[in-house]
Nanobody, 120 residues
Framework: QVQLVDSGGGLVQTGGSLRLSCAAS????????LGWFRQAPGKEREFVAG??????DYADSVKGRFAISRDNAKTMVYLQMNSLKPEDTSVYYC???????????????WGQGTQVTVSS
C-alpha cells in the first residue's frame, strides 16, 4: 500500500509554469506505476500523464507542454507544467497502482489533490 500527498498548485497567469509534486510513503515505490489526473468543477476526472518503467504517456491536450517524472530514491513523482492555459485550471491528483499498468485507468491510490488556477 502507498500513501500519496500532492503539493505545488497555485495561481499562475496564462503562459506561466508550475511544478506539482507528489510525495509517496510505503513500500516498494519503484514497483508502482504513477499518474497525474485532473478534475474541473462539473467534469469527470481525466488522465493527464502517466509513467511506468521509463515509459511515459500524455493526454493530447498537454502533450509538449507537460512532463511527468519520478525519483524513486526520494519516492516522489512530479508534473512540470509549462505554457499553461486557462483550460488547465483544475484540481490535480496523483495516482498510483501496483497492478499491471493500463496507462490511463486502474489506479488504486490517490493523493488529496492540489488546485491549479490559470488566469487569462
Amino acid at each position: 500500500q502507498v500513501q500519496l500527498v500532492d503539493s505545488g498548485g497555485g495561481l499562475v497567469q496564462t503562459g506561466g509554469s508550475l511544478r506539482l509534486s507528489c510525495a509517496a510513503s510505503g513500500r516498494a515505490f519503484s514497483n508502482y506505476a504513477l499518474g497525474w489526473f485532473r478534475q474541473a468543477p462539473g467534469k469527470e476526472r481525466e488522465f493527464v500523464a502517466g509513467i511506468s518503467n521509463g515509459i511515459t504517456d500524455y493526454a493530447d491536450s498537454v502533450k509538449g507542454r507537460f512532463a511527468i517524472s519520478r525519483d524513486n530514491a526520494k519516492t516522489m513523482v512530479y508534473l512540470q507544467m509549462n505554457s499553461l492555459k486557462p483550460e488547465d485550471t483544475s484540481v490535480y491528483y496523483c495516482g498510483a497502482t501496483s497492478r499491471p499498468w493500463r496507462v490511463r485507468i486502474g489506479y488504486d491510490y490517490w493523493g488529496q489533490g492540489t488546485q491549479v488556477t490559470v488566469s487569462s
